[in-house]
């Protein structure tokens, strides 16, 4: 008899411990699942998906199996920060009306970058944080050669903005974004360093005050900013995007990600700036080509979901 009751009684313990480790388990967050979702920005030239294939190859995906809930933002391929940035702000509305919440946690890559600086700054009740990758935060050095080598008014000038409205065209055909407004000559004028320095006059949250320091990790606006950039050009020999990007780094007098200097980066809390990876690596592109002996992009995004969900974000 007494056996028989030690017997029930390891037995009801048992499925009480399995309970109560189900019950933890079922309230226990994902690594990813940040308070506030996840808007990704892309940056010129961008879409969010394209014939099938993400901007950000892979990511949303990756981020939201473990929790995170991820919208990607679809505004114009090329135009001026400010209306891309006003673009970005009906998305996020919508976003925060689909999903209840309070506010996002916008992420953009290059002039993803500034264009989520700008929703933050005119509308900040409804952003949680910033994050810029390979953010284009106080001008790009190919943006300049490209104003300056190119004179206003061209026949040059006219046939680049053709071909990079052609471009544009194509885009918003396959990534379904045709009926927004594009405007290369307004992105390029945004991205060259006195573009960004009148724009920084206006939307100065985050942004460092010194040369290449940090700016402020908490605004006066109540909003947190990070940044992170890669600095290397050439990554893969498989990517045949590298060559484009290792010679396009020789305009930089400066460790640069290929289109961005390292320091032209920095915004708020600065992760990291010296990551091996070009600035397409930086979103997983091209199909998740990288460097062979550096951290997988995806696991980046991942792991600063996790930095944001510890931040209470």
């Known amino acids: 008899m007494k056996q028989l009751i030690v017997l029930l009684t390891l037995c009801f313990a048992a499925v009480t411990c399995q309970a109560s480790t189900s019950a933890n388990n079922a309230t226990q967050k994902g690594y990813t699942e940040t308070q506030y979702p996840i808007v990704l920005v892309h940056g010129l030239f961008g879409f969010n998906s394209l014939a099938g294939f993400d901007y950000f190859y892979g990511i949303p995906q990756e981020l939201s199996k473990s929790g995170a809930k991820v919208y990607v933002a679809q505004i114009s391929a090329t135009n001026s920060s400010e209306l891309r940035g006003e673009q970005l702000l009906l998305q996020v509305e919508e976003v ?3 999903t209840g ?8 890559h290059s002039h993803g970058g500034p264009t989520a600086r700008y929703v933050a700054s005119v509308a900040p009740q409804y952003v949680a944080s910033v994050t810029s990758i390979g953010g284009v935060n106080k001008g790009s050095t190919v943006a300049d050669i490209m104003r300056g080598t190119i004179p206003e008014g061209s026949l040059p000038e006219g046939i680049a903005v053709k071909l990079a409205g052609g471009l544009t065209t194509l ?5 379904g974004g045709s009926d927004l407004p594009q405007d290369p000559l307004a992105s390029l004028e945004a991205l060259t360093t006195a573009g960004s320095l009148a724009f920084n006059q206006k939307y100065p949250e985050g942004i460092p005050t010194s040369d290449c320091g940090d700016g402020d990790w908490v ?5 947190y900013y990070y940044s992170w950039t890669g600095t290397s050009n050439y ?3 498989l990517d045949p995007i590298d060559p484009a990007m290792f010679i396009l780094g020789f305009a930089f007098d400066e460790p640069n990600d290929g289109l961005v200097g390292q320091c032209s980066s920095h915004l708020g809390k600065v992760i990291r700036d010296d990551y091996k990876m070009n600035h397409l690596d ?3 592109g091209l199909l998740g080509i990288h460097h062979l002996f550096e951290t997988d992009p995806k696991t980046l995004y991942r792991q600063h979901a996790n930095r944001l969900q510890l931040q209470g974000l």
Do not use: Q
């Open 171 to 175: 885009i918003g055909l396959l990534s």
């Open 282 to 284: 930086e979103i997983n």
């Open 219 to 223: 605004a006066d606006n109540g909003v």
């Open 96 to 98: 925060l009306a689909v």
């Open 235 to 237: 990554t893969n020999i």
């Open 101 to 108: 919440a309070e506010k996002v946690n916008l992420i953009g």
